[in-house]
């Protein structure tokens, strides 16, 4: 095996193995790294594993060389740390990756940021990019949803921190996640892993790989997970948030001569939970009347749909909630790919990948988050189909290397969605004051069915050149020129009835010989029909340059400048409109985002290469950042996605990792970020200042307006059309976040067999957290620490250990959201995952 071999030979020691606490946070080539191949081996045998004076070795700027010598940033994880730490998806890297935040309330409602930027927060639109790029195989997947799959057969994880994009794939501005899964083998073997724990959690495993002929070999994985969920609707007496997850990956190499490979691979993923609602986590006073916030509200409805109402809870860790309406969240998603490799001679190879994926969600939401029926359907069912055709020719000279590529994405979505009310909205919703308010039938069964459609095209040319200036010195320069255009469609078209019991009305469609009714236009304020067809297109210069100076050969540094952008976007999810009706035009598209980048570091191994330290510096400026608004100052409330003039991002961070003996490694990481909007002045208000009346306010600017405002949380106060939060911190970044951890292995016989005995620990850290578009008061996620540990017996066949995860039971929220149906000050939360346990059964063949 020619890992193996290296690592025999002193090459790689250094890397996190699956039987050896590793260097966690190893770092890694910037761009290049897609194509990067960590070779590390971790030896059931202690005896093969050498106590230092390895490294890593890596490919990624298409020669190998030390992990070490490359100047960027990238931490890399391995399969065997993923599994002995229960990684069996992104959301749970973010415990061990500390610069990684990952928020979701379902599939498609999911972002990933790296040092706080990434993604608009806390609002869904089909018509913008993200700032992190997933890549599997070197495949691109545009929808964070599509690439929420259960871990398979995964060789390793690379985390790029900082602007991707002048050496593969698609352009991104906050980095990439780049996972490898392992390669068909012409050597016959395979592997299983069984897990059980509580909360009825069972995890399945199983890859066979072989050859099929002399220049043919296969290889097939499978995994299934399930449990059960971790809140209790006491409305329908089941437990929601479940796990219920079926994935299936093969792959066939195929390998006529030496010089020449082609990869073919494809996979099946289905994740079909019992989920998902977020429970009551708190309420707050907002500046509505106080017969429209959430305690009136209750009152209104006694007994109704239970004795016990108006709440199932008043601590939100009780883990309950009374959600009414139907919940699901299907999310089916597979792909097919070819990747060919063609060695033109020593110096030139040919890379070409072809892919295809497809996503289909079908999801059931309960958006008022009560027990009573104020929405009954907020559905967006969504059909995607992206094909993407990446080219690239590497190229190595006498002194210097290079690479240039070609780049093609197109991507079709079509989402068809369902908004409808139920006999509890014209409480609710309208205003108690009004007579209609007391009429349930006024706003029961108003349906919008929305037709949302994109067509998104992008291609570019990218290349990036080594130039090794001396034997110390590589300066690398690299370029990228790109070209977006996105054609959209937005269809939202409301019907229904309206009966006092004397006279029915048809809903608001426009046009109609009631649209100017009385009632109409009370329910124009729930819901209104909207049609309008954005398109955008743009031409864009991207280009960055690294330069890395060896002071000795165990110490490097480095730096980096890197301009860059996130594509334009279109507004898919309704728009602010005039006093008429009419979509506002002006806010249907959303400005770039241009990004300048530095970065500064050092990489230092000691201790006989049994020690590594890195530091990273960085600081990012961008212009024209996508962000989350509402639009209070052209009369209407309703969010949608514009750009905040300035935002920064800057920190550092740091990463220590041991192994002193082949007994016993430890590492820590830990990262500063201060991540800021520093010039965001029209941000919408917080729930704390929304809901009031706009009595003598007067908009001027974009903005600046006259009038006075209330006190946050007076209720019945006036409220500002927007806010300044400029020298705010983003939302969803911690400005404190660590990982840390440790094990201790003893060799040991057990009925005969040789082997080691473990004990590992690994925890994690991050300080509390703004969870909403604008801080607010409401909604500062406090911040929290997770404590795992594991034990267990391991040989060069099997492994068997038991782990806790959570050991010390922390209470904590993943995300606080302020609930949707006006300003009622109801807090919704996603509560994370109680101490979880089990035991884990792996055997290699």
């Known amino acids: 095996m020619r890992v193996k071999n290296l690592l025999r030979a002193g090459a790689a020691s250094f890397a996190f193995a699956p039987f050896a606490m590793p260097a966690f946070a190893t770092e890694s080539s910037g761009p290049e790294t897609a194509a990067a191949e960590v070779l590390a081996y971790a030896p059931a045998d202690a005896d093969q594993a050498p106590a230092g004076g390895g490294d890593i070795v890596v490919t990624a700027r298409r020669r190998s060389e030390n992990v070490q010598s490359v100047p960027i940033a990238v931490s890399v994880v391995d399969a065997g740390r993923l599994e002995a730490q229960g990684t069996f998806n992104i959301s749970r890297l973010t415990q061990i990756q500390p610069t990684l935040q990952f928020y979701t309330q379902n599939p498609r409602n999911t972002f990933i940021n790296i040092r706080g930027i990434g993604a608009p927060f806390g609002l869904t639109n089909d018509g913008f990019e993200q700032g992190v790029g997933i890549y599997i195989d070197d495949v691109y997947y545009n929808r964070i949803a599509s690439a929420t799959l259960d871990f398979v057969d995964v060789q390793q994880i690379e985390t790029l921190r900082g602007p991707q994009g002048t050496l593969y794939g698609k352009n991104t501005t906050a980095g990439a996640i780049n996972i490898t899964t392992t390669p068909p083998s012409f050597d016959f073997g395979g592997k299983a892993e069984v897990t059980l724990g509580n909360l009825n959690f069972k995890q399945g495993k199983a890859t066979i790989t072989g050859p099929l002929s002399d220049t043919l070999a ?92 108006p709440l199932p809870n008043v601590d939100p860790f009780d883990r309950l909630t009374d959600v009414d309406a139907q919940l699901a969240a299907r999310n089916e998603h597979g792909g097919l790919s070819a990747k060919a490799l063609w060695d033109l001679d020593e110096s030139n190879t040919i890379t070409s990948i072809t892919a295809w994926r497809y996503w289909d969600w079908g999801p059931a939401n309960d958006r008022d988050y009560t027990g009573l029926p104020v929405y009954t359907k907020v559905n967006n069912p969504t059909k995607q189909n992206q094909y993407t055709q990446e080219l690239r020719w590497n190229h190595k000279g006498s002194g210097y290397d290079f690479v240039i590529g070609l780049f093609g994405f197109h991507q ?137 100076y060896k002071i000795t050969p165990d110490i490097n540094v480095y730096a980096t400048y890197a301009r860059s952008f996130k594509t334009g976007g279109i507004n898919l999810n309704g728009v602010p409109a005039d006093a008429n009706g009419v979509p506002i035009a002006s806010v249907f598209t959303i400005k770039p985002e241009k990004v300048d980048h530095f970065e500064a570091g050092f990489k230092t191994q000691f201790w006989d290469r049994k020690a590594t330290f890195n530091v990273t510096g960085f600081w990012t400026e961008i212009k024209d950042f996508q962000a989350s608004v509402s639009n209070g100052q052209l009369g209407t409330v309703r969010g949608y996605l514009a750009n905040a003039e300035k935002v920064r991002s800057r920190g550092i961070e740091a990463d220590l990792s041991l192994r002193p003996s082949d007994r016993f490694s430890t590492y820590a990481n830990v990262a500063y970020t201060d991540a800021t909007f520093e010039k965001f002045c029209d941000a919408p208000p917080p729930p704390e200042l929304s809901g009031g009346s706009s009595t003598g306010i007067v908009v001027t600017g974009k903005c600046t307006y006259t009038g006075t405002i209330g006190a946050p949380g007076t209720p019945g106060a006036v409220s500002p059309p927007f806010v300044d939060i400029s020298g705010s911190p983003l939302p969803g970044v911690s400005k404190w976040a660590a990982a840390w951890g440790a094990e201790f292995n003893l060799p040991t016989p057990i009925f005969g067999e040789e082997g080691q005995a473990y004990f590992g620990y690994d925890a994690s850290y991050r300080s509390s957290w703004s969870s909403n578009p604008s801080p607010s008061i409401y909604t500062n996620v406090p911040g929290y620490s997770l404590h795992n540990f594991r034990v267990g017996f391991r040989t060069d066949r099997f492994d068997i250990f038991g782990w806790v995860r959570n050991a010390f039971d922390q209470d904590y929220a993943e995300l606080l959201l302020a609930g949707t149906g006006g300003n009622t000050g109801l807090i919704a939360g996603q509560i994370g995952d109680p101490r979880t346990f089990g035991g884990t059964i792996k055997a290699t063949f």
């Open 218 to 309: 296969a290889r097939i994985s499978a995994s299934t997970t399930s449990r059960r969920g971790t809140i209790f609707n006491v409305a329908t007496n089941t437990y929601i948030q479940s796990i219920d997850n079926i994935g299936v990956r093969g792959a066939l190499l195929w390998k006529p001569k030496s010089d020449l490979s082609v990869t073919l691979s494809g996979d099946w993923n289905l994740q079909d939970p019992i989920c998902c609602a977020l429970p009551f986590y708190s309420y707050g006073k907002t500046q509505r009347a106080v017969n429209r916030q959430l305690p009136a509200l209750l009152s209104y409805f006694p007994g109704y749909p239970r004795a016990d109402y």
């Open 412 to 548: 079709s979505i079509r989402t068809s969605g369902i908004q409808q009310t139920g006999s509890a909205a014209s409480k609710w919703l309208l205003n108690p004051t009004n007579a209609l308010s007391n009429n349930p039938n006024v706003a029961n069964n108003l349906v919008a069915v929305n037709d949302i459609r994109l067509d998104n095209t992008s291609a570019a040319l990218f290349g990036k050149l080594n130039w090794d200036v001396t034997d110390a010195l590589v300066i690398s320069p690299g370029i990228r020129v790109n070209y977006d255009r996105k054609k959209g469609l937005y269809n939202s078209t409301v019907t229904g009835n309206a009966s006092d019991g004397t006279r029915q009305v048809v809903s608001p469609v426009p046009g109609s010989p009631y649209y100017s009714d009385p009632w109409i236009t009370q329910l124009r304020g729930i819901q209104a029909s909207q049609f309008f067809e954005p398109t955008f297109s743009a031409w864009n210069l991207s280009y960055d340059l690294n330069v890395r």
